[in-house]
């Protein structure tokens, strides 16, 4: 599959993906896609938050590809029972936070829990860092395999963020190119 042919949804997690986020950055240098914009980027709810992702799903024109970070893959998961019959065709899941276990994590964010472990009904690929803060990369494999998707090792790539030094982060872009193909 080609970008052209599908609508990459970026589903940011907490606080947004700002200026310089390589969410950011991808939502400018790919032209079919778009960024699901939250009422409150800082005080995320299941309810708003699943239903904006479900809603930017329902309302996209072709084949959709969502490209999640953080709590945007929370989001995506527990909205899975929402999205329309067969319009995801795969997924691109980077730092999943375990807001089961994760001990540094805000309580607002535990409203999240529990973490569907569904199979998911289409591909994805989570992209896992070995030295996450928010997720032991144990944790974040378990829950891929679980859905059914591919777990790719990032080594210590932190939360894979700007702080971690993640700005464009190429080697991500990629693993979308490689992945978008095998669609």
């Not at 599908?6 to 960024?35: F, K, M, Y």
């Not at 800082?42 to 708003?48: G, I, L, R």
């Not at 904006?52 to 953080?70: D, F, G, M, N």
């Not at 535990?110 to 944790?139: E, K, M, N």
């Amino acid at each position: 599959m080609k970008t052209a042919d599908c609508d990459i949804l970026i589903v940011p997690g907490l606080g947004g993906s700002g200026e310089g986020h390589w969410q950011a950055r991808w939502a400018d240098r790919l032209p079919t896609a778009r960024v699901v914009s939250q009422d409150d980027w800082h005080v995320p709810t299941p309810e708003a938050w699943c239903g904006k992702v479900a809603e930017a799903v329902a309302q996209a024109t072709r084949p959709v590809i969502l490209i999640a970070h953080s709590l945007g893959v929370v989001a995506c998961v527990e909205a899975v029972p929402l999205f329309p019959e067969g319009v995801v065709r795969g997924a691109l899941f980077v730092a999943f936070p375990d807001v089961e276990e994760a001990p540094n994590l805000p309580d607002l964010v535990r409203a999240f829990a529990p973490v569907p472990r569904d199979p998911l009904p289409f591909p994805a690929l989570v992209v896992a860092s070995r030295t996450d803060p928010h997720c032991a990369y144990d944790r974040a494999d378990d829950f891929a395999h679980a859905w059914g998707a591919l777990t790719v090792d990032a080594g210590e790539s932190g939360q894979i963020n700007i702080a971690s030094g993640h700005g464009p982060w190429p080697e991500g872009l990629m693993r979308l190119a490689g992945f978008m193909k095998g669609l």
